[in-house]
């Protein structure tokens, strides 16, 4: 791990942001103005494991892993929602832990709804320099940096989301905005941009078809990355397709809705130079929406095709 040590202390920002494929159905966790448009208590877990079977240098499995776990609410006296998020990203040595809470405010417009988020972020980072490999003997970086170290950060995000029911929905947003730096570390919240995309299409003379095709954009001042996917669902129960990420991944992806549980998978085929250290990446998504009574909302959060 001799590399990602010195990286890390050379490096005045923090990682990139997390890649999760299931991005379709995790709004909640880049954009604080998804929150409440479910129409219920909106409940989604994650847990994803990338670049499967990789190995450092002294051969100890080290492949990034990733939990997300959000939840979020319509709140009728608020006139919108509130939402939390929270993840924990671990790349060899290294640990992310971040929670993330946020309110939306809505409101009808034009033929659809329109709402405005703002989240606080709490970060928690922390290593262990004892594990580090040394790539020269005596390393003086790792000598400074000996021991476990751990640093908190809290940083704000806004966004903004417009949905029209059964059609399409976008969402703008952006985390880290203060891009707050860290006092026991030389670690510093790089601020990311998301643009996110949505499409329900339903097949002409076959309805029990829908097409659902999606997009996201993440952008964090020094690298741009492009998510894009397509998704069939059957009688609102089954759903498939294929996902690719720029000079990442090729994914494909399943799932199946009982009873309002949905139940999704994804399997990463990597396309980078990483490709022959690995055996692709996993992910399992679960997501459940507890119906509330939102007659005061407008009838159109029924839909929960994106969550």
Not at 78 to 88: F, K, P, R, V, Y
Request: glycine content about 10%.
């Amino acid at each position: 791990m001799g590399v990602f040590g010195l990286q890390f202390v050379a490096c005045v920002y923090a990682q990139q942001p997390t890649l999760i494929t299931h991005y379709m159905f995790t709004n909640m966790a880049t954009n604080p103005a998804f929150a409440g448009g479910s129409g219920g208590i909106n409940i989604t877990g994650l847990v994803r494991q990338q670049w499967m079977g990789w190995k450092d240098t002294d051969g100890t499995k080290s492949a990034p892993q990733t939990f997300l776990l959000t939840a979020d609410s319509p709140i009728r006296k608020l006139h919108g929602g509130i939402g939390l998020s929270i993840s924990q990203d671990q790349i060899g040595v290294f640990k992310n832990i971040v929670v993330k809470l946020g309110y939306a405010y809505k409101m009808e417009a034009w033929s659809g709804d329109l709402s405005f988020g703002i989240q606080g972020s709490l970060v928690n980072i922390s290593y262990d320099a004892s594990k580090f490999t040394p790539i020269v003997k005596e390393d003086p970086v790792l000598a400074e940096i000996e021991g476990k170290k751990s640093d908190m950060a809290i940083d704000l995000g806004l966004g903004v989301f417009y949905k029209v029911p059964d059609k399409y929905y976008v969402g703008l947003s952006a985390e880290n905005i203060l891009q707050t730096k860290g006092k026991k570390t030389s670690y510093q919240m790089r601020r990311t941009y998301y643009l996110n995309g949505g499409y329900q299409w339903t097949v002409p003379n076959h309805p029990a078809f829908e097409l659902l095709p999606s997009a996201q954009i993440m952008f964090d001042g020094a690298v741009l990355q492009l998510n894009a996917s397509a998704l069939v669902m059957y009688s609102n129960k089954f759903y498939g397709g294929l996902g690719y990420r720029l000079q990442d991944a090729v994914s494909v992806l399943a799932g199946v809705v009982i009873k309002g549980l949905r139940i999704g998978v994804a399997y990463d085929i990597s396309t980078s130079a990483m490709t022959k250290y690995n055996s692709g990446g996993l992910e399992i998504m679960v997501n459940y929406c507890f119906k509330i009574d939102t007659d005061k909302f407008r009838k159109s959060y029924r839909n929960t095709r994106f969550l």
